[in-house]
Structures are given as structure tokens and as C-alpha cells.
């Protein structure tokens, strides 16, 4: 079975995404940030976005590991966090 969970947008990914938070159905972050960019294909700002966003995997930093090679669980939480101005 596909683990389910929740992908949350912050600052420009939001604005981008045009809503907080939506659902994800996939076994890695790869496939999970995919179906968001396929969801959201309308919106070119939305991938440009992701290009440049940190993410973080049910609280964890997933830094530079390949995508593709972090996984999702059943009830998880995808953070996708875009560089912020100032700090």
C-alpha cells in the first residue's frame, strides 16, 4: 500500500502552491514532490520554487540525499521550506 500523509507549504512555496498544505500518496519524497509539481503545472512559479526549497521528511533535514532515495511513511509529513530573506 502507498503511504498517505500531508506535503506543507511555507512562505513563497504557499504563495506558489496556492493553499498550505495538501495530501501526498508516494513512497519517496522524489515521487511525492513529483505529483505536486504535476498537480500544480499551471503555476511555472511552483516548480521554480521546489528548485530552491529545503525539505524536511517528518521533522528530518533531508540536506542533499537523492529524492529518490528518501522515503515516506503512512501519516507522514513533508515540510517543503523555500530560502527566506533576511534571519
Given at each position: 500500500?502507498?503511504p498517505?500523509?500531508?506535503?506543507?507549504?511555507?512562505?513563497?512555496?504557499?504563495?506558489?502552491?496556492?493553499?498550505?498544505?495538501?495530501?501526498?500518496?508516494?513512497?519517496?519524497?522524489?515521487?511525492?514532490?513529483?505529483?505536486?509539481?504535476?498537480?500544480?503545472?499551471?503555476?511555472?512559479?511552483?516548480?521554480?520554487?521546489?528548485?530552491?526549497?529545503?525539505?524536511?521528511?517528518?521533522?528530518?533535514?533531508?540536506?542533499?540525499?537523492?529524492h529518490?532515495?528518501?522515503?515516506?511513511?503512512?501519516?507522514?509529513?513533508?515540510?517543503?521550506?523555500?530560502?527566506?530573506?533576511?534571519?
Amino acid at each position: 500500500m502507498t503511504p498517505t500523509g500531508t506535503v506543507r507549504y511555507w512562505a513563497a512555496a504557499k504563495a506558489a502552491a496556492g493553499t498550505a498544505e495538501e495530501p501526498y500518496a508516494a513512497e519517496t519524497l522524489a515521487e511525492a514532490l513529483e505529483a505536486a509539481r504535476t498537480a500544480h503545472a499551471a503555476h511555472p512559479e511552483f516548480a521554480r520554487v521546489l528548485r530552491r526549497s529545503s525539505f524536511l521528511v517528518d521533522g528530518d533535514p533531508v540536506g542533499t540525499r537523492d529524492h529518490a532515495a528518501v522515503p515516506l511513511v503512512q501519516g507522514g509529513t513533508v515540510e517543503v521550506l523555500p530560502p527566506f530573506a533576511g534571519g
